[in-house]
């Protein structure tokens, strides 16, 4: 995933991006409902990258992050319901579906609440490099 924006504060390597609607925005579908034109998002910066407040910069996300993404948003989960699901069946073999859907739904309950506890902690992933795409022009009063 990449996505083009203005650095709008600086703190080390650390970089605050206000993602806009340029570069490919214009080929998309979703222009006028896109949920991420206007939010702000940190990334890192190389040391080598001389960016500056205005700049126009990119931020990439590996895709060994979105696959570790996937894994904790939709594997786990699922996972937990399978297990609420079949061991409830194991343990209570007379109890019917009942008992069964509801310990597969609080599995999968459980592993969301998990994964959007990762997520709020920062290990779910690394956050995305920060490149100069433009420096900034002079600004003219």
């Given at each position: 995933?990449?996505?083009?924006?203005i650095?709008?504060?600086?703190?080390?390597?650390?970089?605050?991006?206000?993602?806009?609607?340029?570069?490919?925005?214009?080929?998309?579908?979703?222009?006028?409902?896109?949920?991420?034109?206007?939010?702000?998002?940190?990334?890192?910066?190389?040391?080598?990258?001389?960016?500056?407040?205005?700049?126009?910069?990119e931020?990439?996300?590996?895709?060994?992050?979105?696959?570790?993404?996937?894994?904790?948003?939709?594997?786990?989960?699922?996972?937990?319901?399978?297990?609420?699901?079949?061991?409830?069946?194991?343990?209570?073999?007379?109890?019917?579906?009942?008992?069964?859907?509801?310990?597969?739904?609080?599995?999968?309950?459980?592993?969301?609440?998990f994964?959007?506890?990762?997520?709020?902690?920062?290990?779910?992933?690394?956050?995305?490099?920060?490149?100069?795409?433009?420096?900034?022009?002079?600004?003219?009063?």
């Amino acid at each position: 995933m990449k996505e083009q924006g203005i650095a709008t504060k600086i703190d080390g390597q650390t970089v605050t991006v206000r993602i806009g609607s340029i570069g490919s925005c214009a080929h998309c579908g979703s222009q006028h409902d896109c949920s991420i034109v206007g939010k702000e998002l940190e990334g890192i910066a190389a040391s080598d990258q001389d960016i500056g407040l205005g700049d126009v910069v990119e931020l990439t996300v590996g895709d060994s992050a979105r696959a570790a993404g996937a894994l904790w948003l939709l594997a786990v989960p699922l996972l937990l319901f399978f297990l609420g699901y079949l061991g409830a069946g194991s343990l209570w073999p007379q109890s019917g579906e009942g008992i069964q859907a509801l310990l597969g739904l609080s599995g999968l309950a459980l592993g969301l609440l998990f994964a959007a506890t990762v997520a709020r902690r920062g290990r779910m992933s690394t956050r995305p490099q920060v490149t100069l795409v433009a420096k900034a022009g002079p600004i003219l009063l």
